[in-house]
């Protein structure tokens, strides 16, 4: 899974390939972009011009470029296999006193048959460099037919490509022939039926999943165009990763930090409506305080004696006179937020409504004389008719008897 995983970073799943070949000395391009999907091949572009700047905007960058060079600067032959012979003995065979310094070549063997092509070093780093400027940079280039290698054996007695025919029966040895005019030949690959133009591209796209070890000078070179690749890949993914990495972590702290600070505003407006509460509850408590000093105050006051006075007022008052009112110790001065009662102590008023003047002259001469008064003062004594009166007396009670 870690090796799938690592192959679709590196290389990815998507290949584009183009083949530059020549016919009648004319320059022509194959592009096609092959998908590998379910470990199957699926061809889903293809195109062919003469104009490579028509085709470069379906190359996508930093996606594997198969570069295919069959064009007149890289040759191709076909010659008898011989068994033991290493790889540069039938190159220089095919191309006697071939400074192979400055050549690449690639080649196969198919039943009696080697099939070799090259090309001038410095002609493959120019293409390269072209398509570094355009920034499409080439995965693996492929010289003249050696791409073949991987479709050779679908074929029963030949293959025809962009611009050449090789031909064989019955295990004989290939016949190589270059084509002048364009043939519609089509040919079964595993399913697939491909053009002619087609076939080395999509046969470069095979070889690449080939394990087999190919016969060739320019493995280096590939294999460093393909590290180039896959570093630019891999960097290009870690980045990705990087940053999708910090804009989720930095996406995730916004709606902790989010989450938390709509935590704290609802924690703050409970603790203020607390305070609130709590001040409230401050305030009712002292105005309970003072009502209770209030009622202290009026509790700590001869409760049992003021009866006994009550009582004794009732008894003496004639019927000619109604009582309204009758304030023991009444307050000096009206109640007052946050100031000290003050009691008029050993005070006792009354208030009410005379029918007798008489009658009320002698009530208070009587109370006069009562040993629990010590003096009467007529606060008030209006005249309501000719027979009423409205009235307010105080009385001061005597110390000695006040204290029993």
């Known amino acids: 899974m870690l090796k799938r995983l690592l192959h679709y970073i590196t290389e990815g799943n998507t290949f584009f ?42 190359v996508e960058k930093k996606k594997p470029l198969l570069l295919t060079l069959n064009t007149a600067n890289v040759l191709s032959k076909v010659i008898p296999a011989t068994a033991g012979s290493q790889p540069e003995l039938w190159v220089t065979t095919a191309f006697p ?36 400027k355009l920034g499409i940079p080439v995965y693996t280039v492929s010289l003249g037919l050696a791409a073949l290698r991987a479709i050779v054996n679908y074929a029963d007695e030949g293959i025809t490509g962009s611009n050449f025919e090789l031909q064989w029966k019955n295990g004989q040895p290939m016949r190589y022939t270059p084509l002048i005019a364009q043939r519609s030949d089509k040919m079964d690959i595993g399913g697939f039926l491909l053009e002619s133009e087609q076939l080395l591209g999509f046969a470069q796209v095979l070889d690449l999943f080939d394990q087999e070890k190919k016969v060739s000078n320019s493995a280096e070179c590939n294999h460093k165009l393909q590290n180039e690749i896959k570093n630019l890949r891999l960097f290009d993914f870690g980045i990705k990763t990087a940053l999708a990495f910090f804009i989720a972590l930095l996406l995730s702290n916004f709606l902790l930090f989010n989450y938390y600070h709509s935590k704290n505003q609802a924690l703050e407006a409970s603790l203020a409506s607390n305070q609130l509460q709590e001040q409230s509850f401050t305030a009712l408590k002292e105005r309970v305080s003072a009502k209770e000093e209030r009622l202290e105050v009026l509790q700590h006051s001869k409760d049992s004696r003021a009866s006994w006075y009550l009582d004794e007022l009732g008894k003496s008052i ?59 003062e007529v606060v008030d004594y209006n005249y309501v008719s000719n027979s009423a009166a409205n009235f307010t007396l105080n009385l001061v009670l005597d110390a000695t008897e006040f204290e029993k």
Request: proline share 4%; no cysteine.
């Open 17 to 58: 390939v183009l083949e530059i070949y020549e016919r009648q000395a004319k320059q022509l391009f194959s592009f096609q972009k092959v998908v590998l999907a379910k470990g199957e091949l699926e061809v889903i572009v293809t195109r062919t011009s003469a104009n490579l700047e028509a085709l470069l905007p379906l």
């Open 97 to 132: 006193n071939l400074p192979l310094d400055h050549f690449y070549y690639q080649l196969f063997q198919h039943h009696a048959t080697t099939v070799i092509s090259i090309a001038k070093k410095e002609y493959v780093a120019q293409y390269l460099e072209q398509f570094k």
């Open 318 to 376: 004639p019927g000619s006179i109604r009582l309204t009112t009758v304030h023991f110790q009444p307050l000096s001065l009206p109640v007052r937020s946050n100031a000290v009662i003050v009691l008029q102590e050993r005070h006792l008023q009354v208030s009410g409504i005379t029918y007798d003047r008489i009658a009320f002259g002698n009530w208070s001469e009587s109370l006069e004389n009562r040993s629990w008064i010590n003096t009467i």
